[in-house]
């Protein structure tokens, strides 16, 4: 499902929307990725810091992974889809370090320089424009922030097979990004490294991840063992990526200082940043409602979760 939404800069760019999908079971649960789910864990386990203040993961869905987030004072789960989100905070509401808040990658809601580490797994296949994207990564990070990336790898092994084979139009190895379905896309990690450069983050190290992604593989071999097999190639694999899955540990060496914004929960407003107009932080009115201070719009907390999609 698509629409399209206009971000700050006034360019229209279209947008994935997992709004009332079921996700959970239709693509992880019972559905034979206990060897992804397990891979991917290693592989942000070895890139991310295990303790901080503050850490978002931008596309965080319903929650899968926020279990790795035990060391962080403040965990922000932020996502385009309110009912993944709100899946989420049913699930971790009662822990009083979770914030949830829906909004636009294209204009994030949160306020700058304000995060000590970032996560962003499984989203970078579904963006149209990854500059304007990595732009706003750039933009919430300072200068010791730490950000584990994620994107699908287009020279992945399977697709030069078939490309050698002839059974599929595109070069794996053409750096232009390859869209294969309806905002569905792989990417040549030579043209990624370039678009961290532009954007200003700093490339720290990098994974090859999800080798024996193949269901022949998979069947034979235990999950939590083929992980742990993938995981000694992570770094060898990662000077010339051939697997499906990529990881990248990047910083911002020319970011801001740490923003020293309190994780207490009743300073959630100052964390903010109006998808409108940009203005930051914006004003706290009472238990579920915040304003901005610039244009005047207001956005609410729904079943639990921060609603910067739209103004009131």
């Known amino acids: 499902m698509t629409e399209s939404v206009q971000p700050q800069s006034g360019v229209t760019i279209p947008v994935i929307d997992y709004e009332h999908s079921q996700y959970r079971a239709d693509f992880w649960v019972g559905q034979g990725r206990q060897y992804e789910d397990a891979v991917e864990r290693l592989a942000i386990r070895r890139l991310l810091p295990t303790h901080g203040g503050r850490i978002a993961e931008i596309g965080a869905g319903f929650g899968r992974l926020a279990d790795l987030y035990t060391g962080y004072e403040q965990v922000i789960l932020f996502d385009y889809s309110r009912t993944l989100l709100q899946e989420a905070a049913r699930d971790l509401g009662q822990d009083r370090r979770f914030v949830f808040i829906a909004g636009n990658l294209y204009s994030l809601p949160l306020a700058s320089g304000i995060l000590d580490s970032l996560v962003m797994v499984r989203v970078m296949h579904h963006l149209a424009d990854v500059p304007a994207a990595l732009q706003q990564l750039r933009r919430v990070m300072h200068r010791h922030s730490v950000g584990v990336i994620e994107f699908a790898n287009k020279r992945n092994l399977k697709a030069l097979a078939r490309w050698v084979a002839r059974r599929q139009s595109w070069s794996p ?57 993938d995981s000694w190639l992570f770094a060898i694999g990662g000077t010339y990526p051939l697997a499906p899955s990529v990881f990248l540990r990047a910083n911002a060496p020319e970011g801001g200082a740490r923003v020293n914004f309190t994780t207490d929960e009743q300073a959630l407003a100052h964390l903010l940043r109006c998808p409108i107009c940009a203005a930051e932080p914006l004003n706290r009115l009472g238990e579920d409602r915040v304003q901005c201070t610039v244009c005047r719009r207001q956005f609410a907390c729904r079943e639990g979760v921060w609603d910067l999609k739209e103004a009131l």
């Open 173 to 229: 190895l053409d750096e232009k990004p390859v869209e294969f379905v309806e905002l569905n896309y792989d990417f040549h990690p030579a043209w990624m490294e370039k678009r961290f450069v532009e954007a200003g983050l700093h490339i720290e190290r990098r994974y090859a991840v999800s080798h024996f992604r193949l269901s022949a593989i998979k069947k034979r071999v235990n999950a939590e063992t083929l992980a742990r097999i």
